[in-house]
């Protein structure tokens, strides 16, 4: 039986947000004037203010605070305000081909299947259930919950010790400095996906572009 830890975005996700454009900033001040009334531009600069000042107090926000802060509101319509705020942002998300099967396939052969992932839980969890995988995971790691995110080391330490796991344990990720490196100076098996959204290295890719039979075969020698 081996432990497998797979990032998300970009490793089992594809995904294309855009929280810089202005058409974004005008529909999200619409959608949320019931709770404050902002001008697009003064409700970005706010936004990115409350972020910056989060951000000094620990290394990953949650956004929740940021939106109960922005908007003066409880948690529950911070949660509804985040919901909006991820759907208007996002352009497009998706599962990479045969995902779905991989995971499935892992589960049948008594793998135990994680999820490490630098998300938010407002956002992750959602998006989990709507493309139907969050029941595939034996336990989920958001950095929002932690505080800390990859590639710092204590957010896999602190994943893996509130898992239970020990013994064979393999990191899968499209990112080499937040996943790969990490994975290795803990001593963990990788799988480095190279996918459309892996930001530019030097490094070689175990496999460039999703690829379900060549991660299963890896996994299961």
């Known amino acids: 039986m081996k432990n497998i830890l797979f ?12 929280e810089e454009c202005i058409e974004f900033w005008n529909a999200f001040a619409r959608k949320t004037k019931k709770y404050k009334e902002y001008s697009p531009t003064l409700l970005r600069n706010e936004y990115l203010k409350i972020c910056h000042e989060f951000g000094k107090e620990k290394e990953e926000i949650e956004i929740l605070d940021v939106f109960e802060k922005l908007y003066n509101v409880s948690r529950s319509d911070a949660e509804v305000i985040a919901v909006i705020f991820r759907r208007l942002s996002t352009d497009y998300i998706k599962l990479y081909p045969y995902v779905k099967k991989m995971l499935r396939t892992l589960k049948n052969t008594e793998n135990k299947i994680f999820l490490l992932s ?11 259930k709507k493309l139907g995988i969050i029941n595939y995971f034996d336990g989920i790691a ?18 893996i010790r509130n898992f239970g796991i020990s013994g064979e344990i393999w990191m899968v990720g499209n990112d080499y400095e937040c996943d790969i490196k990490p994975a290795h100076e803990l001593k963990l098996k990788t799988i480095f996906i190279k996918s459309n959204l892996t930001p530019s290295c030097e490094h070689g890719a175990t496999i460039v572009g999703f690829d379900y039979k060549k991660i299963l075969n890896i996994l299961n020698k």
């Open 142 to 159: 958001i950095s929002s919950d932690y505080g800390i995110k990859k590639p710092n080391k204590e957010f896999f330490i602190q994943a």
């Open 118 to 128: 630098n998300a938010q839980n407002a956002f992750t969890i959602p998006e989990l």
């Open 7 to 18: 990032d998300l975005y970009g490793t089992l996700i594809d995904i294309h947000t855009d």
